[in-house]
Structure formats: structure tokens, C-alpha cells
């Protein structure tokens, strides 16, 4: 199964700026989908974005998909502390289980 | 809310020792799954289960079994722990649907070490 590979693997902004992460893959997918980690805790679901779909958004974030390019991005707009965390893009790529596989994450630090 | 709940946050085991990993989801899913996370290497899917008694393997099966008797209950078992098993293990859920995968809900993550 394929995995997504996220760029940067870490990255460290200033309170208010906006943080953009990618996520690259190689082969189709059926969905993508973003996900938060803070230290030593579960995984929270952030955004799912079909394979038909461009552009989502939910509060302070924005997800592109460019299925041509087999890529999709995650923005968060005017970061804050509590922002600091692991963020990792998942695919699903079909067939006949509905597992998902992970990338290995953007370390995100928000400095206050 | 669903909520997933994995019965120890943390445990300290003995190489050769039989270990049991015990994940509860309170939703109705059909889907629960068995993560492995270590650094560098982000989630690996070890089982995951669409339903009771059934099992797949994931990317990473070996050394580890699973066990399915009911819906809310998924259970990962190391036969004989080694240290290379000294890990963070995440459980997740999430309900069957026909449009492909849908959110994951994880539980609260079991470090695992062993000695």
C-alpha cells in the first residue's frame, strides 16, 4: 500500500503567520485525509477531501487536492499555540478494506 | 462523541511474555484497526477487522495476532514480545461505508516497552 510522503518534516513559524504543509503520493486515490497529533496522544481527524473534490475548508483550515500532480496541501491560517503538534496526511486508495495508510508527518511548532 | 478507549497508556513487559493490548470503541463500528507508530516511520497498519470474528493483515502482521469475539472490542496480542516490539500502538475505529474509507477515530495510544 502506498504511503504519503509529507514535506516539510518539520517546520517552525511565529504566532499569527499561516503554516503550509504538503503531502505527495504516487499512485490514485479514493480520499485523503488530514490528521492531528499532539505529543504523545491520539490521532484527531481534521479534514477528508474526495478524489473528485478540489478544495475544502473547516475554520482556520484549507485543503487543495491536485490529483494531477498527486498532491494535496494543508493550510492553517493565523497559527496559534495551540496549533504546535504532528500533522500527517492519510490515503485511501480503494479496494476492499477501508484501512488508511499514514505519512510519517510535518512537525509543526508555533512560537508565541 | 465516539470514543475509543485502549486500556493502558503505558506498559513495561519482559522479552518472551505474552502481551494483550485491549481497544474498546462505544460508536456501533464495523471497522477497528491496529497502528504501530515509531519515529521515522510514521503509522503502520498491523490487523484491522470489518467485523466481528474477521480479521485482515495490515502491512506489518508478523509477530502479532488479533481477536474480534465482539463489535466493540479489538484486541492485539504479542505471542512472545520482543524488544523490537517496544512501541506506541494506536487502535482506531470507524463505521463501513460504501463510499470508501471514511474518519478514523483512534484511541489515546499504548506505549509499550519491552525489556
Known amino acids: 500500500s502506498q504511503q504519503g510522503e509529507e514535506d516539510p518534516q518539520a517546520l517552525s513559524i511565529q504566532e499569527g503567520e499561516n503554516a503550509t504543509m504538503n503531502c505527495s503520493y504516487k499512485?490514485?486515490?479514493?480520499?485523503l485525509q488530514w490528521y492531528r497529533q499532539n505529543s504523545g496522544r491520539g490521532l484527531v481527524h481534521l479534514i477528508l477531501?474526495?478524489?473528485?473534490?478540489r478544495e475544502k475548508h473547516s475554520g482556520r483550515l484549507r485543503v487543495t487536492l491536485d490529483t494531477s500532480k498527486k498532491s494535496s496541501s494543508l493550510l492553517i491560517t493565523a497559527s496559534r499555540a495551540a496549533d504546535t503538534a504532528s500533522y500527517f496526511c492519510?490515503?485511501?486508495?480503494?479496494?476492499?478494506?477501508?484501512?488508511?495508510?499514514f505519512g510519517k508527518g510535518t512537525h509543526l511548532i508555533i512560537q508565541p | 462523541d465516539v470514543k475509543v478507549t485502549q486500556s493502558s497508556r503505558y506498559l513495561v513487559k519482559r522479552t518472551g511474555e505474552k502481551v494483550f493490548l485491549e481497544c474498546v470503541q462505544d460508536?456501533?463500528?464495523?471497522?477497528m484497526f491496529w497502528y504501530r507508530q515509531d519515529p521515522g516511520l510514521g503509522l503502520r497498519l498491523i490487523y484491522f477487522?470489518?467485523?466481528?470474528?474477521?480479521?485482515e493483515k495490515g502491512d506489518i502482521p508478523e509477530g502479532y495476532s488479533v481477536s474480534r469475539e465482539k463489535k466493540e472490542r479489538f484486541s492485539l496480542i504479542l505471542e512472545s514480545a520482543s524488544t523490537n516490539q517496544t512501541s506506541m500502538y494506536l487502535c482506531?475505529?470507524?463505521?463501513?461505508?460504501?463510499?470508501?474509507?471514511?474518519?478514523?477515530?483512534f484511541g489515546e495510544g499504548s506505549r509499550l516497552t519491552v525489556l
Open positions: 482506531a475505529s470507524s463505521l463501513r461505508s460504501g463510499a470508501g474509507a471514511g474518519e478514523l477515530f
Open positions: 499512485t490514485s486515490i479514493n480520499n
Open positions: 477531501i474526495r478524489s473528485n473534490e
Open positions: 492519510a490515503l485511501y486508495s480503494g479496494g476492499g478494506a477501508d484501512g488508511l495508510t
Open positions: 460508536m456501533d463500528h464495523e471497522n
Open positions: 477487522s470489518y467485523d466481528v470474528k474477521m480479521k
